[in-house]
């Protein structure tokens, strides 16, 4: 008896059953070729490290905004930052050793707001007696500037200080610099989005973890010798940015005191 050949169904089920085995088995069976670690990505994972750099450096320069957030190590200081930036200004919080206090910056205007501990506590210090706990002048005047936003001159000491805490040139161009020979690191995820970490002299430098999808922006960097981890996050989305009102300012009277935490 003569079989009959094999139909069409069985011939693409034939056919489909490699297909499916080489699927499954496609990270251990080098014949049917390996998982690519780039698909579905911005392809900026197959460049090398200089090129990623680059960039980055120029996504982060053609974006209008961004929020930068955490630890940087400063002149013996640490600061925790919280800081919403674009090129007209920016709004957010910087916290130091022994106080917190918010920043907004509108173009050149530039104002202050903090709890009444802080006024207090700078009182004193701007006194010369640091150890010496704020007198009753002091919590009078200092609770009259609670929660309430000073306006700082510009010809002010700490003007251009606290300034940079808000401009975003300023910080991006400052803070996002890797150190020594660049190479690739590991991919890895940075709020679910998928990076590349390509480091400075080997991770001694510092490291910066680049987005894989979409634009790739820096969405974490680590600097140079244990001074901070920061990240980036909302990339182009806008904020409003708008000087406070009369009700909520008011006038400090004298120079901002210099602080040393």
């Known amino acids: 008896m003569t079989a009959l050949p094999p139909g069409p169904a069985a011939r693409a089920r034939r056919a489909a059953l490699p297909v499916a085995l080489c699927a499954a088995l496609a990270a251990a069976v080098t014949g049917c ?80 707001k903090a709890d009444a501990d802080f006024w207090a506590t700078a009182d004193s210090d701007d006194k010369g007696d640091a150890s010496k706990p704020p007198g009753e002048d002091d919590e009078t005047a200092a609770n009259k500037l609670d929660d309430m936003y000073v306006k700082i001159p510009d010809d002010d000491p700490a003007y251009k200080q606290l300034r940079g805490f808000t401009d975003m040139d300023v910080l991006l161009d400052g803070l996002l610099g890797l150190h020594g020979k660049l190479s690739k690191g590991d991919r890895d995820s940075i709020e679910g989005v998928r990076t590349i970490k390509i480091l400075g002299g080997d991770g001694n430098g510092g490291s910066l973890d680049v ?48 602080r040393s935490d």
């Open 33 to 112: 070729g390996g998982e690519d670690p780039d698909a579905g990505t911005n392809g900026v994972g197959k460049l090398e490290a200089p090129a990623i750099e680059a960039k980055a450096k120029a996504a982060a320069d053609g974006a209008n905004s961004v929020r930068l957030a955490g630890t940087l190590v400063s002149k013996g200081g640490t600061y925790k930052l919280n800081m919403r930036l674009k090129k007209a200004g920016g709004i957010g919080s910087v916290t130091s050793k022994n106080s917190t206090f918010e920043l907004l910056r509108v173009e050149d205007a530039l104002y202050l």
């Open 211 to 258: 987005s894989l999808e979409g634009t790739p922006y820096p969405l974490q960097f680590a600097r140079a010798g244990g001074a901070g981890v920061l990240t980036l996050a909302d990339w182009g989305e806008d904020f409003a940015l708008e000087a406070p009102s009369k009700e909520e300012t008011v006038d400090y009277g004298r120079q901002l005191p210099r």
